[in-house]
């Protein structure tokens, strides 16, 4: 259930610590016996790109988290996956996704998000998993002003606890939050809470996996800055922290002069002729800055 994580950074106001990771499961494109069992070994790798709303309770003197209905979960827990922890306070914030994916796959005219076979790398969209982690309010301008390091070394750490449950391969729009209530799945039903969850509250953080003592850095404005005189500087504005852009469009793109795709069935080998086309195309197009 752990998330194969690629970058963590702060975002420019400093409210929330931005994630990118993997759904790691893409990895595997093999069909022998041994990779079909594998597959089915990560499909919790899948199933974290999937929300679920949970509740607070207070027990024996501590705050857990109890799986729930979409109308009995708390305002900030309707449609989270991830327990967001910052040392050294020990205050805990629920994640929130960049993008719904169940939403996005139903958009698609996907009848699922994803299969119990696991060949699913036709969908492109379910291979990056987004999510924020929201930050305390109190420590939002320490980390956005990037006081929070000293002598380049970070003072503010995350734990990100993934919230576990089986995958849902049901409809994509089987369970959707109240906001797209309209779409839900009227053919099969909704997903039925009561009858897969009960009444279960998450393990303590103690007992469950866990990435620990993630270091917040800067935001990637404090430590990258402009040169000076560059006509582009980002200009904060004091009032609403809101920078404005460096670039009105930007792209990134993998590059490589020449690779092999899985099990050698293509071979590319001129990347290089390729990536100058690519970036004539685009500057043509209007693209200012490439990544």
């Known amino acids: 259930f752990l998330p194969w994580i690629h970058d963590v950074f702060p975002t420019h106001d400093g409210k929330c610590i931005q994630i990118v990771a993997q759904n790691k499961r893409r990895c595997r494109t093999g069909t022998s016996p041994d990779e079909k069992a594998i597959l089915a070994f990560m499909a919790p790798q899948a199933a974290i790109f999937q929300h679920v709303p949970v509740k607070r309770r207070k027990i024996d003197g501590e705050t857990r988290y109890q799986l729930t209905s979409h109308e009995e979960a708390d305002s900030d827990g309707m449609t989270t996956r991830f327990i967001c922890r910052f040392k050294p306070s020990m205050e805990e914030t629920l994640s929130t996704f960049n993008v719904d994916y169940d939403y996005a796959a139903w958009r698609k005219a996907h009848k699922h998000t994803f299969s119990e076979s696991g060949q699913d790398n036709k969908s492109i969209f379910t291979s990056q998993l987004l999510f924020k982690c929201p930050v305390p309010e109190h420590l939002q301008e320490t980390i956005r002003t990037g006081a929070s390091v000293e002598d380049d070394f970070a003072t503010q750490f995350l734990d990100i606890i993934p919230i576990r449950t089986p995958i849902r ?19 099969d039903g909704p997903f039925n809470v009561t009858k897969e969850w009960g009444t279960h509250i998450v ?83 209007g693209v200012e800055h490439f990544y």
């Open 203 to 285: 393990p303590r953080i103690k007992d469950s996996g866990r990435w620990e003592n993630i270091p917040i850095c800067a935001p990637s404005l404090q430590t990258f800055k402009p040169a000076k005189g560059d006509p582009a500087l980002v200009a904060d504005n004091p009032m609403t922290h809101q920078p404005e852009k460096l670039h009105r469009l930007s792209v990134c793109t993998w590059a490589s002069t020449g690779y092999h795709t899985r099990g050698q069935r293509f071979q590319v080998s001129d990347g290089a002729r390729r990536l100058r086309e690519w970036v004539h195309f685009n500057l043509l197009v």
């Open 169 to 187: 391969y049901g409809r994509s729009n089987q369970f959707f939050p109240p906001w797209y209530r309209e779409y839900q799945d009227k053919k």
